[in-house]
């Protein structure tokens, strides 16, 4: 096998050897006719499409509805690489809303000098309208997809907290239902934990989340989406479709005594959780952005005065804020008392001299982002960029460094994937879901593993021309 | 149920159901055009004229030509009643409303798209056109065999069976009332072969030339194919049948939701109609005028389940 040594291959050793996770599947992989995977392959496209699996890409009309491509060959995680995983992020998401809570009440943590106020007072996430509010249940983040990379055995890194509206999850499940359609026969061979019971999950971490408004024996739950054009609408009903949920848009909803209400065929009824796929910003247009056509008006009147149940909580953008992220293994540790197991990615924040000179100094080396960015857009990966990208990158970082971190280039681990010939290494990531209720944090095993399928390629963003896998999590 | 969810499945059938009729109407007029010789473009003219799209077809074209008429029926985006124009509309409202559906009639609605997608990539001639209108009777007959075998007799269901029959009430109208002249008594050419054709392309366009010789063997004439397809309750296509099932269908949610709607005692009027009827009554009353009522009344009691079951905010 073709591997550079100075990437970290899940599934091979240095020396070709499988590692223990892969050395059942690569027994049975060895066996396997490469032809007959290959139209494996089509099968599973072929499935994804009629499904109707597809996302849309903004701003290209032509494919307005494309498929994410799906590799056949999973990611597989040992039982005991998990179990340190699970206690990470659940450390992790403990803090994050301890955090939530602190900061839109009384901000110990700014008292106590450990994150610079400014970051705070002067961040567009922060919602001052939250500030005193408390979330039914004392949720914040009922649904949240970290990021994770991997550069060795053992070192596993944070990337991103995605604490808004993580999206990625209908894949995790639709992958694996693909892989158990079409090879039933490795799920008997490994044993594969299950990740099917997330719908459930989530309407339960929901429903656990009613607002004191609600009278009833079953809180009524409703998915909020921007409507059919959106890129992850499938995602949407696909989840309200799951759960047994009613899938909303804003035309739908309306405020009636002091409730939000959707539109039935049999008049107007009240919503008790609402899971919101839009943004803050769009949510309510009294409180927020007075253009948006898919929130609703007086929702956060609603929301305060305990008549509904928001999810995510509004305002939570404030902890996945990528001015803050350097401040995590702070802020871990100032609300769990632990130094944090999950490690942070070193981060030069440019609205600091000293920093801004040493990324300026070294642009080609580091991996720079927008502070208020995500999906993979506005980001410069300096060992791939031209000179010219470089250049015009300078420019922009010079105008505006508060608006940008960079962080070293990440020796992203590979997984192989099906190609051509063979197996062929390519650089992946992980997103694992997680779920909140006041009583417990529900780890799905597993997660989103995206992989940029262009060989080299660092950036795994379904919109940059990243496909995915199915993430196995081995049991005991 | 939304409101919007009742209305995204009931134009979704609609749409459905277009598809169907459209590819029917083909059919019909494309068989005459195999059994004649000389000029057809009259038969292509009123297969125009019955999908009800004379307007938008003069805008494009000054002639009937075969190829024409096939096209734009079967795949002009400037045809919103064009089968790739419906199928389109159907899958979309069926995206809308996913969650009402089970995954079997989505997953063969997405597969129509599709394949309709595909077949209708090129220009159809009338050498390829057979195929095509296989394919969608075909993908047709598998939304309706998994509707049936799959969803839940509820008030998603109705709304799905209200789509489908107000959509084939205004079809079947339409379809006698381009050729009602043909069916009057008075018809100078009653008896000729000419006529004859033109019965017989009646009932091929609603699918029902076996059924009406099964029913009335040897005895064609205008007035037994105007009651076979007006007043005929054993007919799946007659008036009489889709107002009866529209009724139904609306009789289902008032018992379900516990509430009487206008739109029910309106639907009770059209069936009444057809009830008890002799077909000579009809013809006194005038054929033309007759059809022109059913049309009006079924798009007047159309948006009135729109509005009664809140379709729109």
Same mark, same amino acid.
């Given at each position: 096998?073709?591997?550079?040594?100075?990437?970290?291959?899940?599934?091979?050793?240095?020396?070709?050897?499988?590692?223990?996770?892969?050395?059942?599947?690569?027994?049975?992989?060895?066996?396997?006719?490469?032809?007959?995977?290959?139209?494996?392959?089509?099968?599973?496209?072929?499935?994804?499409?009629?499904?109707?699996?597809?996302?849309?890409?903004?701003?290209?009309?032509?494919?307005?509805?494309?498929?994410?491509?799906?590799?056949?060959?999973?990611?597989?995680?040992?039982?005991?690489?998990?179990?340190?995983?699970?206690?990470?992020?659940?450390?992790?998401?403990?803090?994050? $809303?301890?955090?939530?809570?602190?900061?839109?009440?009384?901000?110990?943590?700014?008292?106590?000098?450990?994150?610079?106020?400014?970051?705070?007072?002067?961040?567009?996430?922060?919602?001052?309208?939250?500030?005193?509010?408390?979330?039914?249940?004392?949720?914040?983040?009922?649904?949240?997809?970290?990021?994770?990379?991997?550069?060795?055995?053992?070192?596993?890194?944070?990337?991103?907290?995605?604490?808004?509206?993580?999206?990625?999850?209908?894949?995790?499940?639709?992958?694996?239902?693909?892989?158990?359609?079409?090879?039933?026969?490795?799920?008997?061979?490994?044993?594969?934990?299950?990740?099917?019971?997330?719908?459930?999950?989530?309407?339960?971490?929901?429903?656990?989340?009613?607002?004191?408004?609600?009278?009833?024996?079953?809180?009524?739950?409703?998915?909020?989406?921007?409507?059919?054009?959106?890129?992850?609408?499938?995602?949407?009903?696909?989840?309200?479709?799951?759960?047994?949920?009613?899938?909303?848009?804003?035309?739908?909803?309306?405020?009636?005594?002091?409730?939000?209400?959707?539109?039935?065929?049999?008049?107007?009824?009240?919503?008790?959780?609402?899971?919101?796929?839009?943004?803050?910003?769009?949510?309510?247009?009294?409180?927020?952005?007075? $253009? &948006?056509?898919?929130?609703?008006?007086?929702?956060?009147?609603?929301?305060?005065?305990?008549?509904?149940?928001?999810?995510?909580?509004?305002?939570?953008?404030?902890?996945?804020?990528?001015?803050?992220?350097?401040?995590?293994?702070?802020?871990?540790?100032?609300?769990?008392?632990?130094?944090?197991?999950?490690?942070?990615?070193?981060?030069?924040?440019?609205?600091?001299?000293?920093?801004?000179?040493?990324?300026?100094?070294?642009?080609?080396?580091?991996?720079?982002?927008?502070?208020?960015?995500?999906?993979?857009?506005?980001?410069?990966?300096?060992?791939?960029?031209?000179?010219?990208?470089?250049?015009?990158?300078? +420019? +922009?970082?010079?105008?505006?460094?508060?608006?940008?971190?960079?962080?070293?280039?990440?020796?992203?681990?590979?997984?192989?994937?099906?190609?051509?010939?063979?197996?062929?290494?390519?650089?992946?990531?992980?997103?694992?879901?997680?779920?909140?209720?006041?009583?417990?944090?529900?780890?799905?095993?597993?997660?989103?593993?995206?992989?940029?399928?262009?060989?080299?390629?660092?950036?795994?963003?379904?919109?940059?021309?990243?496909?995915?896998?199915?993430?196995?999590?081995?049991?005991? | 149920?939304?409101?919007?969810?009742?209305?995204?499945?009931?134009?979704?059938?609609?749409?459905?159901?277009?598809?169907?009729?459209?590819?029917?109407?083909?059919?019909?007029?494309?068989?005459? &055009?195999?059994?004649?010789?000389?000029?057809?473009?009259?038969?292509?003219?009123?297969?125009?004229?019955?999908?009800?799209?004379?307007?938008?077809?003069?805008?494009?074209?000054?002639?009937?030509?075969?190829?024409?008429?096939?096209?734009?029926?079967?795949?002009?985006?400037?045809?919103?009643?064009?089968?790739?124009?419906?199928?389109?509309?159907?899958?979309?409202?069926?995206? %809308?409303?996913?969650?009402?559906?089970? &995954?079997?009639?989505?997953?063969?609605?997405?597969?129509?798209?599709?394949?309709?997608?595909?077949?209708?990539?090129?220009?159809?001639?009338?050498?390829?056109?057979?195929?095509?209108?296989?394919?969608?009777?075909?993908?047709?007959?598998?939304?309706?065999?998994?509707?049936?075998?799959?969803?839940?007799?509820?008030?998603?269901?109705?709304?799905?069976?209200?789509?489908?029959?107000?959509?084939?009430?205004?079809?079947?109208?339409?379809?006698?009332?381009?050729?009602?002249?043909?069916?009057?008594?008075?018809?100078?050419?009653?008896?000729? &072969?000419?006529?004859?054709?033109?019965?017989? $392309?009646?009932?091929?366009?609603?699918?029902?030339?076996?059924?009406?010789?099964? %029913?009335?063997?040897?005895?064609?004439?205008?007035?037994?194919?105007?009651?076979?397809?007006? %007043?005929?309750?054993?007919?799946?296509?007659?008036?009489?049948?889709?107002?009866?099932?529209?009724?139904?269908?609306?009789?289902?949610?008032?018992?379900?939701?516990?509430?009487?709607?206008?739109?029910?005692?309106?639907?009770?009027?059209?069936?009444?109609?057809?009830?008890?009827?002799?077909?000579?009554?009809?013809?006194?009353?005038? %054929?033309?005028?007759?059809?022109?009522?059913?049309?009006?009344?079924?798009?007047?009691?159309?948006?009135?389940?729109?509005?009664?079951?809140?379709?729109?905010?």
């Amino acid at each position: 096998m073709d591997t550079k040594p100075r990437f970290f291959d899940e599934m091979y050793d240095a020396s070709g050897t499988p590692r223990d996770p892969y050395s059942l599947y690569s027994d049975w992989f060895g066996q396997e006719d490469i032809k007959h995977l290959r139209n494996k392959s089509q099968e599973a496209e072929a499935f994804f499409r009629r499904i109707g699996i597809t996302f849309n890409v903004y701003g290209q009309q032509e494919a307005d509805e494309r498929l994410i491509p799906f590799d056949i060959v999973p990611r597989i995680i040992s039982a005991r690489e998990w179990a340190r995983l699970e206690q990470g992020i659940e450390q992790r998401v403990r803090a994050i $809303n301890a955090f939530l809570y602190d900061i839109y009440h009384r901000q110990e943590i700014l008292r106590a000098g450990r994150i610079p106020a400014e970051l705070i007072a002067r961040n567009e996430a922060f919602l001052p309208q939250m500030i005193g509010v408390n979330p039914p249940g004392g949720v914040y983040t009922h649904i949240v997809g970290i990021d994770l990379v991997r550069t060795g055995e053992d070192d596993f890194f944070v990337l991103e907290d995605n604490a808004r509206t993580p999206s990625g999850v209908s894949y995790m499940l639709e992958n694996r239902e693909t892989m158990l359609q079409m090879f039933p026969e490795l799920f008997t061979k490994l044993k594969v934990r299950p990740v099917s019971h997330y719908p459930q999950n989530l309407r339960r971490s929901l429903s656990d989340c009613a607002p004191p408004a609600f009278a009833g024996d079953k809180p009524v739950v409703a998915v909020l989406t921007p409507g059919i054009y959106n890129s992850a609408y499938f995602e949407h009903a696909f989840l309200a479709d799951q759960m047994g949920a009613e899938l909303v848009e804003s035309h739908d909803l309306r405020i009636v005594d002091s409730r939000v209400c959707m539109r039935t065929t049999r008049g107007y009824k009240a919503i008790d959780v609402l899971y919101r796929r839009v943004d803050d910003d769009y949510l309510d247009p009294l409180n927020f952005n007075p $253009n &948006s056509m898919l929130g609703v008006p007086g929702i956060m009147d609603v929301y305060r005065a305990g008549g509904i149940t928001i999810a995510n909580a509004p305002g939570t953008g404030i902890a996945d804020d990528k001015a803050l992220y350097s401040y995590m293994p702070d802020i871990v540790e100032f609300y769990t008392g632990e130094k944090a197991i999950l490690q942070n990615v070193p981060t030069w924040r440019c609205s600091e001299p000293d920093s801004l000179k040493y990324v300026l100094d070294h642009l080609s080396e580091l991996v720079v982002k927008e502070v208020h960015g995500s999906g993979g857009y506005g980001m410069l990966v300096g060992p791939a960029a031209s000179k010219r990208e470089l250049a015009r990158f300078e +420019k +922009k970082l010079r105008a505006k460094p508060s608006n940008y971190i960079a962080q070293p280039t990440l020796a992203l681990s590979t997984v192989p994937i099906m190609a051509k010939k063979g197996l062929a290494p390519r650089h992946v990531d992980l997103r694992p879901f997680v779920l909140v209720s006041p009583e417990k944090i529900r780890i799905t095993p597993g997660g989103l593993t995206r992989v940029a399928l262009k060989e080299g390629s660092l950036v795994v963003n379904s919109s940059q021309g990243g496909g995915t896998k199915d993430t196995w999590v081995l049991g005991d | 149920m939304l409101g919007k969810t009742a209305g995204g499945l009931f134009w979704m059938f609609r749409y459905l159901e277009r598809c169907e009729n459209t590819a029917r109407l083909l059919d019909a007029g494309w068989r005459i &055009s195999l059994t004649r010789s000389g000029d057809t473009s009259g038969e292509w003219e009123s297969v125009i004229n019955t999908a009800g799209i004379r307007f938008l077809y003069d805008q494009k074209f000054t002639d009937f030509d075969a190829g024409h008429v096939i096209n734009f029926l079967l795949r002009d985006t400037d045809n919103p009643s064009s089968v790739l124009s419906a199928i389109s509309l159907a899958r979309s409202n069926a995206r %809308l409303v996913r969650t009402a559906l089970s &995954s079997e009639v989505w997953e063969a609605v997405n597969e129509y798209w599709m394949a309709i997608k595909a077949a209708l990539a090129r220009p159809v001639t009338e050498k390829t056109l057979a195929p095509v209108l296989a394919e969608i009777r075909n993908r047709t007959a598998i939304v309706r065999g998994t509707l049936h075998g799959t969803m839940l007799r509820n008030d998603i269901y109705n709304f799905c069976r209200l789509g489908t029959f107000v959509e084939r009430a205004d079809n079947t109208a339409r379809i006698l009332d381009v050729k009602y002249y043909v069916l009057l008594p008075s018809a100078s050419f009653v008896g000729s &072969s000419m006529d004859n054709t033109q019965w017989e $392309n009646i009932l091929r366009s609603v699918s029902a030339e076996r059924a009406f010789s099964w %029913l009335h063997g040897g005895d064609v004439t205008a007035s037994s194919i105007a009651d076979f397809l007006i %007043l005929d309750r054993r007919m799946p296509r007659s008036l009489a049948f889709c107002h009866a099932k529209i009724l139904e269908n609306l009789e289902h949610l008032e018992k379900d939701y516990g509430q009487r709607q206008p739109s029910q005692d309106m639907a009770e009027r059209c069936t009444a109609r057809f009830r008890n009827r002799r077909v000579a009554e009809v013809f006194e009353e005038g %054929l033309h005028e007759f059809l022109e009522t059913a049309i009006h009344d079924t798009a007047i009691l159309a948006s009135q389940i729109e509005k009664d079951f809140k379709f729109y905010g």
